[in-house]
């Protein structure tokens, strides 16, 4: 009988940890302001940073880039290209790298960034 006991014991406390861990884990979510329109094309990537492709509150289709809770207007990338990827977390890249777009500043760069990359780290990589 004192088996059982112990057994039901630790599983209640078992049972109670797990219950006030949970409430910790939620509160640490992040919460967006709600805006209504028609997404097109999306990716996320961690850490809260989003690209987004479509038309928010009626404005006109664009392309707009989120991190932190800020929605920023990305002006020089073209509404219904291809969205292909974050490189560094510095630049968008565009249509399987035809152009790529500064998140920083918002400016187009036909610059090839990703063997630009390549180049700097295989650079890095022979000098150690």
């Known amino acids: 009988m004192l088996k059982r006991v112990t057994k039901v014991t630790s599983l209640l406390v078992a049972a109670a940890s797990i219950v006030s861990i949970v409430p910790v884990m939620a509160a640490d979510i992040k919460k967006f302001d709600a805006k209504e329109g028609t997404i097109y094309n999306a990716i996320v990537?961690?850490?809260g940073k989003a690209i987004i492709d479509g038309e928010i509150n009626g404005e006109d289709e664009a392309i707009y880039?989120?991190?932190?809770?800020?929605?920023?207007?990305?002006?020089?990338?073209?509404p219904g290209d291809e969205i292909n990827d974050i490189v560094e977390d510095k630049y968008l890249k565009m249509n399987d790298g035809d152009y790529y777009i500064d998140l920083t500043n918002g400016e187009k760069t036909e610059k090839y960034i990703d063997q630009n990359i390549k180049d700097d780290r295989a650079e890095a990589l022979r000098k150690k």
């Open 45 to 47: 990537k961690g850490g």
């Open 65 to 78: 880039y989120v991190a932190g809770g800020k929605y920023t207007k990305l002006d020089n990338a073209s």
